[in-house]
């Protein structure tokens, strides 16, 4: 029987990768988004492949609306194998003096109430079967403070931390957590950043359950590009 790879945050790019990796691979794709159109679209690319898939809008922040589309995407495709959750930040992103309660609560919402909305609704199928597989993304500011992505980095460094947490606690059960940080841009054609190559390193992750954490790209470099906007940034002393 098929199993089933459901992609929380689904795009044309990393969720894409991702997607027709596991597809070329007999998985059942089932695509979260919040446009209906465009996850239609990826659709259809994924049925030119051979792949079985379907999407299911919701808007992630919803929290009712993303449990409402995990549960037709079981009712479709049959229990949810694995659980992939990368969706882009969205929202105003704030360097660190002038994040509000309001743009940290935001990405907040999106990146861990989100995450923890989704994995709380197939954790206990997942615990029922004793297996399955649960892949959080995050970017390279939850390893590294960069203060003009202050709010993101805040809600991704929780994500992050989750996600080792959880890796601890249900490997026992026969369930692999594993995070990805994106330490680069998502380039077609561009090596490892092709997301077909990053498809391949989640695939990799899922099938050897070795690892909690898989970083793409290179966290020094991101390390030398905040020091340098740290000492150009001109120096002010207004309160935000």
Request: glycine content about 12%; proline content about 6%.
């Amino acid at each position: 029987m098929a199993k089933t790879l459901v992609v929380v945050g689904a795009g044309p790019g990393l969720g894409m990768g991702v997607a027709r990796t596991f597809g070329r691979r007999g998985f059942k794709v089932g695509l979260i988004a919040r446009t209906k159109a465009k996850l239609e679209d990826l659709v259809a690319e994924l049925a030119g492949l051979g792949v079985t898939a379907a999407a299911f809008p919701a808007d992630i922040r919803d929290h009712e609306s993303l449990t409402a589309a995990l549960a037709a995407a079981e009712s479709a495709m049959g229990p949810i194998d694995v659980l992939e959750f990368s969706p882009s930040p969205t929202g105003p992103i704030t360097h660190a003096a002038g994040t509000t309660v309001a743009s940290a609560t935001a990405q907040y919402e999106l990146h861990v109430r989100g995450a923890v909305a989704a994995v709380r609704h197939v954790l206990p199928g997942m615990r029922a079967r004793g297996n399955g597989t649960l892949l959080l993304t995050t970017g390279v500011s939850s390893m590294i403070p960069a203060p003009f992505l202050a709010n993101v980095g805040m809600a991704m460094s929780g994500l992050r931390n989750w996600a080792h947490a959880l890796h601890a606690e249900l490997g026992p059960e026969g369930i692999y957590v594993g995070t990805v940080t994106i330490a680069s841009g998502i380039v077609p054609g561009d090596g490892e950043t092709d997301p077909d190559a990053i498809g391949a390193r989640y695939y990799s992750m899922y099938e050897r359950r070795d690892r909690v954490e898989e970083i793409i790209g290179d966290p020094g470099a991101f390390q030398a590009l905040v020091d340098e906007q740290v000492r150009v940034a001109p120096r002010t002393h207004s309160c935000p």
